[in-house]
């Protein structure tokens, strides 16, 4: 039986999953800023797709933090979902196709983002035969890259209910950190190794913030 909540909390300037134990007492949490977009004076918005981001990475993190998974929680609360969803609807071009992680690999980041900052997203889907191999891969790669110069923070997420899929989530002090990494010698390995495991092809995404 579970014997944690978890509680997310969208304010106007951060994302916040907070996990409570069957006497209410805080076991632990996670937070994320979320960033202020100023288009003229005197008007201020936010981007529904970051902080849909946002939300899937401090409940992983909340979770990753004392060794817990998603079946742990009875239940979660969250404020603001109705406003949250009312304005990404619009957005969509089909459903939000909402996923649970768990944390994999998960590390304090090592900066903080800045102007320049690239956001990378890849998802990663294996044959199930060959989900531990890809565990070792992928907790490698983290590894190593968390080293590589220009790495913000380097975390890998599985998903729950599929654990032969992942999502590796980077930040890049800039996009020649980024073309960097992608020339040494571990994430040419990993590639290599991977390729004759995936189910699908490697999706690797890259984001950079608005202005």
């Given at each position: 039986?579970?014997?944690?909540?978890?509680?997310?909390?969208?304010?106007?300037?951060?994302?916040?999953?907070?996990?409570?134990?069957?006497?209410?007492?805080?076991?632990?949490?996670?937070?994320?800023?979320?960033?202020?977009?100023y288009p003229q004076p005197?008007?201020?918005?936010?981007?529904?797709?970051?902080i849909w981001d946002n939300?899937?990475?401090?409940?992983?993190?909340?979770?990753?933090?004392?060794?817990?998974?998603?079946?742990?929680?009875?239940?979660?609360?969250?404020?603001?979902?109705?406003?949250?969803?009312?304005?990404?609807?619009?957005?969509?071009?089909?459903?939000?196709?909402?996923?649970?992680?768990?944390?994999?690999?998960?590390?304090?980041?090592?900066?903080?983002?800045?102007?320049?900052?690239?956001?990378?997203?890849?998802?990663?889907?294996?044959?199930?035969?060959?989900?531990?191999?890809?565990?070792?891969?992928?907790?490698?790669?983290?590894?190593?890259?968390?080293?590589?110069?220009?790495?913000?923070?380097?975390?890998?997420?599985?998903?729950?209910?599929?654990?032969?899929?992942?999502?590796?989530?980077?930040?890049?002090?800039?996009?020649?950190?980024f073309d960097a990494s992608?020339?040494?010698?571990?994430?040419?390995?990993?590639?290599?190794?991977?390729?004759?495991?995936?189910?699908?092809?490697?999706?690797?995404?890259?984001?950079?913030?608005?202005?």
């Amino acid at each position: 039986m579970s014997r944690y909540v978890g509680a997310l909390d969208q304010g106007t300037t951060s994302t916040r999953f907070m996990i409570f134990d069957h006497d209410g007492a805080t076991v632990t949490g996670a937070q994320r800023e979320t960033r202020q977009i100023y288009p003229q004076p005197g008007w201020v918005e936010q981007d529904a797709a970051e902080i849909w981001d946002n939300a899937q990475i401090v409940i992983a993190r909340a979770l990753s933090s004392v060794g817990l998974a998603a079946r742990d929680l009875a239940a979660v609360a969250a404020a603001s979902t109705t406003a949250f969803r009312d304005k990404l609807q619009p957005l969509l071009i089909g459903g939000t196709g909402i996923r649970v992680f768990g944390g994999l690999s998960v590390a304090a980041p090592s900066g903080r983002p800045g102007p320049r900052t690239l956001y990378v997203l890849a998802h990663v889907d294996v044959f199930p035969a060959g989900k531990d191999q890809a565990v070792d891969l992928v907790r490698a790669l983290a590894d190593a890259g968390r080293k590589d110069n220009g790495n913000l923070w380097f975390d890998v997420l599985q998903q729950d209910g599929r654990p032969n899929h992942f999502t590796l989530f980077e930040g890049w002090r800039d996009r020649k950190a980024f073309d960097a990494s992608i020339t040494t010698a571990h994430t040419k390995e990993f590639r290599q190794k991977l390729n004759p495991l995936e189910g699908a092809l490697y999706d690797e995404r890259l984001y950079q913030a608005v202005h």
